[in-house]
């Protein structure tokens, strides 16, 4: 899997009440590798933690494949009256069809809030 935030935006606002809010958006994209089986994918930080939902991906990708198959994307927009610290997703978890898992490092930390 190739996995990846994209369009990061941050913004602060004030609020009819002149309280800060603070807006977080992006998105996560995964791509499958070719010969990559169809299954979901959990996003985990350094502790095993799931950081999101599941992404399904629904389809193998068949190894004759020149180029990764997908985009499978999600989009997030999270307003917060705190600033939010970033949560560091640093491997994921694929689940086979048939029930396998694997967990996988990240070659580089993302950052998601």
Do not use: W
């Amino acid at each position: 899997m190739l996995v990846s935030r994209e369009n990061f935006s941050f913004s602060t606002e004030t609020d009819q009440n002149n309280n800060t809010v603070y807006t977080y958006s992006y998105t996560l994209t995964l791509y499958a590798l070719p010969g990559s089986g169809a299954g979901s994918v959990v996003l985990l930080d350094s502790s095993d933690n799931a950081v999101d939902a599941p992404f399904i991906i629904p389809e193998a990708c068949p190894p004759s494949s020149p180029n990764p198959c997908g985009p499978y994307s999600r989009d997030y927009q999270k307003r917060a009256s705190t600033p939010l610290s970033p949560v560091q997703v640093v491997k994921y978890r694929i689940i086979s069809a048939n029930g396998q898992s694997k967990v996988v490092p990240l070659p580089a930390p993302i950052e998601i809030y």
